[in-house]
């Protein structure tokens, strides 16, 4: 405890800290000299590979991959092309950049997964330099080639070649470059002596720091931060400007008074920090930087490694493991010498409280009087999260615990949740784990990924402790690690299909939220159609069910699964899938035993593909549907005759269907388009295509009587229907002297108030007068109103006593004008209802 | 915004909410500015989400309507599509990107699926080669849209066509879905009842998801007690009814659409002093209509003879209210009334909007010929003459009134014969033919396909039996204050509406036979809560249902419902789903094939 400060070093306003994190496991007997070697970020895991550039055949190089304790994961020797660089996927994935342009993917125990190339332009030129770049769209490669272009590929999962623009002048490889990410877009920052540009989809735009010591020539180093907001330059004049990556603002420049160009920078500056900061790594020297004049300086006994950080740098050698970092405001307030922060004084009560001493309580008075208890509370909880030995952690909890019994209501979530985090994150920095993450690392990233790595290690028991401890519901948490494993195990080619199923569900039995039909998927990859089978039984949702069984060609079975499902678009899938594989005369058949997929299918050849609708319903024998089928198609045909045909097959099909009433009806329809023919040939009336009621109304109001007359008799029309429409027809000509014909030609079947309406409606009183007398006695009364006749109404009502029609005729009456009228009905009225 | 949706018993703000949460998600993963293609028939629908202004604040710039060709330019980096997803829109897309300007910027192309992305449809843009033009492929699930206070819809207007015509269960599929979200969202339901095979599809897809998910289940405390879903064939009878109530019959006569009504714009001419000889407008005035507006909250459920008395109550509150301004005399009281003025004037609004509404309607209801066409439905209800030929049918086509009209009629004769002799119904057939011409041969043949049109083969009629027993027919209906859903329809109870209220009280076991002579079977199922989530019913709190119409409900059998919630014993509250708004007339037209319209 006494010696937490014993390696702080101080730089402008913070202190910067070295940490071991491990002793490296790994036994390299010449060092890291003459290595490729890239270190994933987030504490993952590190790639070697020995003399890249050995090419005999009898000695190739050998590609090992360690945990970032060192402790071997995998190792073989390298047999295919010359390898330019070394890189990691977000994912953990080992990316090795080939001479040549192609990429091979490894995962981390060396199995490879498969490759890929960076196109031609990068084949032709070879790859000069390569780099691998994280961003939120996944993990991106550049390559600079021997004609001196840049090729880059933003997401290798979704490969989309990009070749930059060019470089006005350069002819040799740029002095250092690096890839940033700023507005959604990769972009390339690219020196050339003292030139700067940068390059992005469209243009290569020459750029310049704002206030660059001028006596630089040339900018030999460059460095980009984590979160792509920043960037540092490294002259050969030996300063080191720092700014904002998108060159607007500078930070501050330091003078390092070495001019060597340096074996490797990167920024070391952690979230939220006040100070910008780099490292800066030559053979045996490594130099922070920051914002002051003066710089930390520290001797390295070793060939060396940086790895940037969210929130530092981690220094790998041949022996050692070690992070250097800011040290974090919380650990400072409480650490520093003679500080009087409120965390501070708090370890300190708690320290004279395990001694029994009442120093405890003097301590503890002076932070309450202050009422900073709280804070001191949470500057301890938050600087036990960033200490990395246990030990101190601890001390930090208990001082934090030992404040809290003095605070009530003070919310417990922070202290519980960094007592959980830091076992979770001492579990997994453990040497046999080695994953050395701090806690802001592991806040960034995720429990789930922090899972998910585990997982990828094959660390199942531990990833399932972990999720169990944090209580992660079971099917984000120990549901998915037993997927994981299940799939694992069904790899396990030594073992039987049955023994490898029963082990599976016997696992995962009780799990819930299991994805079975994942791990027959892989059960299938790996070439056990018969294994992926059995497990695809235990998958509940059926519809997850139905790809794999397209994939292992049990198409039967997947589309009774989809049916199952009710997600009729996953029919549809599996429809267009059977459709293609069989022949027509078996997708028929398997259709039929599906009425779901059946229709369905009908509805989509209805709007797509009309002539197999036909074909379905003639294997079904579905005359009425046929008949349907053809006169539909008929209203598409122009020409009569065609139109007459499709309306005869269908007349055949509804009898065939026993539709007497259609089959008879569209008879009549070819028999009006005749007539309308001959009617157009003869009379030159354009009656196509209407009803029979609309032609028969033409006929009769440009005076083709006859014609109309021979319509309503061809085709059965009811009387009173024909007498409606002859009546309207005629006094809308107002021909009032043929209505009147037509009125006496014979009894009319819808009686005579309807010829009274329609020459009142027409204003034509003196017409509707003659029709009067012939409405039947119920209808007298509204006869005479509708001519405005209201003695006449009066004398009908009256005579019918009947008491309605009396007040009808009465609310139709003024006081003033109709009194007789009105006395008389009231007298009626007396009368009706004295009997 | 939205606020009407959070007064009701539940809560629907909270799904409105999760729905804009997942657009905004959605346009954030598309950086930059955008123009959004849509497929026509979404806009309604999303009208209801979200208006244009919270697209605009993601960055939305310019909006098209899908169709071929070209698309518009717009200088934006991204361009949206939101469709439905249907083969022939792929088709659509699939031009607008192969015509593209290759000389310009290229712009980023995305599609949103609504309400789930396909597999068909991607297989097709991949057949037309510009699958890989998309750089976001996502789907906006959204299957229940809230549409008022106690109402959500699928506004999926083919819904009932397609289930029980076409025999494609991709709206009960969506249902199903919707009614997880809404579980995930509200709690399990613990009990769910039904009627119908529609209904039994659906139950068994949610039991089935159900077991699908379990794990991810969501512990929270059950909002709703009872689902109760209803197939629309079980009732076929109440949509084809003219709708009696105020809200009903504005949907009859203008059509109330997502929402909004389109009114004749004379009678909402601005009338202010001064400019008396103005223009009048000449665009139609579209309103919104829901519980935001007090006022037609009130009314809306009303019998349309109960309207004017309440409008007139209403007028003379808010005359009293302006009044108060004479009695303030305090400084204080002026402030006072001064602070209540804005909601006065809405009122006012309201009110005079309303009335001119009522008169709209008035002048309809007082004509004859729609007095005439409510006494035949009145008689057809209470089985008056339905086997034989109808005189005003007749009369009616010979004059060529609207088919859709004639239609109507016609179904509703046979579905209160349950069935037409063979002759009435070939004369019908056959006078329509002749009158409206042939093609309307499959549209005839479709109503027969689902029930509404049907000859009498062996069967005897059954209506009488099913009126009599679920009480159909009310003689003395009270309109001004109802005792009774008759009011709905003055006489007439709708029989989904009945079966609900049954179900409630005193169950469904009380009329098995009734239930046999509908068409589907009826079932219960209950779903497990998990453990500690029992709800403890305090001593009369009611309990809640959420009734689903599969295939549409009409707003008069939302006002039965609203009218038994309202009821003070009743003891349950409805909140009413459904896959869409309808009426008598949008039902019968969705089922309408006219060859002779085809392109």
Redesign the interface.
């Known amino acids: 405890m006494a010696f937490v400060t014993a390696n702080w070093n101080p730089l402008g306003e913070a202190f910067y800290r070295k940490i071991e994190l491990y002793e490296m496991g790994w036994n390299l007997k010449d060092g890291l000299r003459d290595c490729l070697i890239s270190a994933a970020p987030y504490g993952g895991p590190i790639a070697l590979l020995r003399e890249p550039q050995r090419r005999s055949p009898s000695a190739r190089p050998q590609l090992e991959i360690y945990s970032a304790s060192g402790s071997s994961l995998a190792g073989f020797v390298w047999k295919s092309g010359v390898v330019k660089h070394l890189g990691w996927t977000v994912c953990d994935d080992l990316l090795c950049i080939q001479e040549d342009g192609t990429v091979l993917i490894y995962d981390l125990f060396g199995s490879f997964k498969r490759h890929f190339s960076m196109g031609n332009d990068v084949v032709q030129n070879q790859v000069v330099e390569a780099k691998v770049f994280h961003s939120p769209y996944g993990t991106g490669i550049a390559i600079i080639t021997g004609a001196f272009r840049v090729t880059l590929a933003t997401n290798i999962e979704d490969l989309k070649l990009r070749r930059l623009p060019e470089v006005p002048g350069l002819h040799e490889a740029p002095s250092c470059w690096a890839v940033l990410t700023q507005d959604r877009q990769s972009k390339v920052l690219l020196a050339y002596g003292a030139d700067l540009f940068i390059l992005d989809n469209t243009a290569c735009t020459a750029v310049t720091p704002p206030g660059l010591s001028p006596q630089a020539t040339s900018i030999v180093s460059m460095a980009v931060s984590f979160s792509y907001k920043y960037l540092a330059l490294f002259t050969d004049s030996g300063h080191v400007w720092m700014g904002s990556s998108n060159l607007k603002d500078k930070l501050s420049e330091v003078e390092t008074k070495v001019r060597t160009p340096p074996k490797q920078m990167t920024w070391c500056r952690r979230p939220k920090s006040e100070q910008p900061s780099v490292v800066i790594m030559w053979d045996r020297h490594l130099l922070v930087a920051g914002k002051c004049r003066d710089t930390i300086q520290y001797h390295l006994d070793d060939d060396s490694v940086l790895v940037p950080e969210l929130d530092g740098v981690r220094i790998i050698s041949s022996t050692h493991h070690e992070l250097l970092q800011e040290v974090p405001a919380a650990c400072e307030a409480i650490f520093k010498i003679a500080s009087m922060a409120p965390g501070a004084l708090l370890l300190e009560a708690h320290k004279e409280y395990e001694k029994q001493s009442q120093k405890a309580d003097e301590y503890l008075r002076e932070i309450k009087e202050q009422s900073l208890l709280g804070e001191a509370v949470r500057q301890c909880v938050e600087a036990a999260g960033h200490e990395h030995e246990p030990e101190t952690q601890k001390t930090l909890l208990r001082a934090a615990s030992f404040g809290k019994c003095f605070l009530s209501n003070f919310p417990p979530e922070q202290f519980v949740s960094m007592c959980r985090d830091l076992r979770v994150l001492n579990g997994v920095r453990d040497y046999t784990v080695g994953i050395p993450l701090t806690h802001t690392q592991f806040r960034q990233m995720t429990v789930q990924v922090l899972i998910d790595r585990l997982v990828y290690r094959k660390l199942y028991p531990l990833a399932i402790e972990i999720c169990r401890y944090l209580k992660i519901p079971e099917y984000q948490g120990v549901s998915r690690v037993l997927k994981h494993w299940a799939c694992c195990k069904v790899q396990q080619k030594e073992e039987a299909d049955e023994v490898v199923a029963r082990a599976v569900s016997i696992k995962l039995g009780e799990a819930a939220g299991i994805s079975y039909s994942e791990i027959a998927t892989k059960a299938y990859e790996c070439g056990r159609t018969e294994l992926a089978i059995k497990l695809l039984e235990f998958e509940p949702r059926s519809g997850e069910q139905v790809p794999l069984l397209l994939k292992m060609k049990r198409s039967q079975l997947a589309l009774s699964k989809a049916i199952e499902s009710g997600d009729t678009d996953l029919v549809y899938t599996v429809v267009t899938y059977l459709k293609n594989e069989m022949n027509r005369g078996d997708f028929f058949m398997t259709l039929r035993n599906q009425p779901v997929a059946l229709s369905l299918y009908r509805q989509f050849c209805k709007h797509q593909e009309q002539n197999t609708l036909k074909d379905l319903f003639n294997q079904d024998d579905d005359h009425q549907e046929l008949g349907n089928f053809y006169v539909k198609a008929s209203y598409k045909e122009k020409r009569l005759e065609a139109r007459l045909s499709l309306l005869q097959s269908a007349v055949d099909e509804y009898s065939k269907a026993k539709n007497e009433f259609a089959a008879k009806a569209t008879e009549e329809e070819m028999r009006l388009l005749r007539f309308q023919r001959r009617l157009e040939e003869d009379k030159g009336e354009h009656l196509m295509g209407m009803s029979l009621q609309d032609s028969m109304q033409i006929l009769l109001s440009v005076g083709l009587h006859k014609q109309a007359e021979q319509l309503y008799k061809d085709f059965r029309v009811p009387d009173k229907r024909y007498w409606w429409l002859k009546l309207t027809a005629l006094a809308d000509k107002e021909d009032w002297e043929e209505l009147e014909k037509f009125a006496k030609s014979k009894k009319s079947p819808i009686g005579y108030l309807p010829f009274v309406d329609v020459c009142v409606k027409r204003q034509n009183k003196y017409e509707a007068k003659k029709y009067v007398s012939k409405v039947t006695p119920e209808q007298k009364v509204k006869a005479h109103l509708a001519i405005g006749d209201l003695e006449g109404a009066a004398d009908a009502a009256i005579e019918r006593r009947n008491e309605g029609e009396i007040s009808t005729v009465l609310s139709r009456c003024s006081t003033t004008t109709d009194r007789a009228v009105v006395e008389r009905l009231n007298r009626a009225r007396s009368g009706a209802t004295k009997k | 915004m939205a606020a009407h949706l959070s007064y009701g018993r539940v809560n629907l703000n909270i799904l409105r909410e999760a729905a804009r949460k997942d657009l905004r998600e959605f346009l954030d993963k598309c950086?930059?500015s955008k123009a959004i293609v849509w497929d026509e028939y979404l806009t309604g629908p999303f009208g209801l989400i979200a208006q244009y202004s919270l697209l605009k604040e993601h960055e939305v710039e310019k909006m098209f309507t899908l169709k071929s060709g070209r698309l518009p330019p717009a200088d934006v980096k991204n361009i949206i599509f939101f469709v439905r997803?249907r083969?022939?829109l792929m088709d659509i897309i699939a031009e607008n990107i192969l015509s593209e300007d290759k000389l310009q910027t290229p712009r980023e192309f995305n599609i949103l699926f609504v309400p789930?992305r396909?597999?068909?449809c991607e297989?097709r843009l991949k057949e037309q080669g510009v699958l890989g033009s998309f750089t976001n492929i996502d789907e906006y699930i959204l299957d229940l849209i809230p549409y008022d206070g106690d109402l959500l819809s699928m506004e999926s207007e083919s819904a009932f066509r397609e289930c029980y015509l076409?025999?494609?269960?991709?709206s009960?599929?969506h249902t199903?879905k919707g009614l997880m979200t809404l579980q995930a969202l509200y709690g399990t339901i613990p009990q769910i009842f039904g009627k119908g095979e529609c209904a039994r599809?659906v139950a068994?897809?949610m039991l089935?998801m159900k077991?699908?998910?379990?794990?991810?289940q969501t512990q929270i405390l059950p909002v709703f007690d009872t689902l109760l879903l209803l197939d629309r064939n079980v009732d076929l009878l109440t949509p084809l009814a003219t709708q009696l109530t105020y809200e009903g019959l504005i949907d009859e006569i203008y059509g109330i659409t997502n929402g909004y009504v389109k009114l004749p714009p004379e009678k909402f001419a601005q009338k202010k002093q001064g400019e008396g000889g103005k223009d009048l407008p000449t665009e139609p005035k579209k309103m919104p209509l829901n519980s935001a507006e007090e006022l037609y909250a009130e009314i809306r459920d009303k019998n349309f003879n109960a309207v004017g008395a309440a409008l007139s109550k209403k007028a003379k509150i808010i005359s009293a209210a302006f009044e108060e301004r004479h009695n303030a005399k305090t400084v204080g009281e002026i402030k006072q009334f001064v602070s209540q003025l804005p909601h006065m004037q809405a009122a006012r609004t309201s009110l005079a909007n309303h009335t001119s509404i009522a008169e709209l309607i008035k002048d309809i209801t007082t004509s004859e010929a729609f007095f005439d066409n409510l006494t035949v439905e009145q008689e057809f209800m209470t089985g008056v003459d339905t086997d034989k030929v109808n005189t005003y049918i007749?009369?009616c086509?010979?004059?060529?009134d609207p088919l859709l009209k004639i239609l109507r009629l016609v179904c509703m004769q046979s579905v209160c014969n349950n069935g037409l002799k063979q002759k009435v119904l070939?004369f019908y057939?056959?006078?329509i033919?002749?009158?409206?011409?042939?093609?309307h041969?499959?549209t005839l043949?479709n109503l027969e396909k689902v029930g509404l049109l049907k000859s009498q083969i062996t069967t005897r009629n059954n209506y009488p039996t099913i009126r009599k027993t679920l009480k159909l027919w009310m003689e003395d209906a009270n309109e001004q204050n109802p005792n009774d859903i008759s009011y709905v329809y003055s006489g007439y109870a709708p029989l989904s509406v009945r079966l609900t209220q049954l179900l409630a009280r005193p169950g469904w076991r009380s009329i098995e036979e009734v239930l046999k002579l509908l068409p589907g079977p009826h079932f219960e199922e209950r779903q497990q809560l998990p453990p500690g989530l029992h709800k403890k019913r305090q001593q009369g709190e009611n309990r809640t249902t959420l009734v689903f119409f599969l295939g549409g409900v009409t707003y008069a059998e939302i006002a039965a419902l609203r009218f038994l919630s309202q009821m003070e014993d009743s003891g349950t509250e409805y909140i009413i789903a459904t896959t869409k708004l309808i009426n008598g007339t949008s039902w019968v037209k969705s089922l309408m094939?006219r060859?002779?319209q085809?392109v």
């Open positions: 950086a930059g997803p083969l022939e789930r396909s597999m068909l297989q076409e025999n494609d269960q991709t009960l599929y199903a599809h068994n897809m089935r077991r699908e998910f379990a794990g991810s007749e009369d086509i010979a004059q060529k070939d057939k056959r006078e033919l002749q009158t409206y011409g042939y093609e041969l499959l043949n094939d060859p002779d085809q």
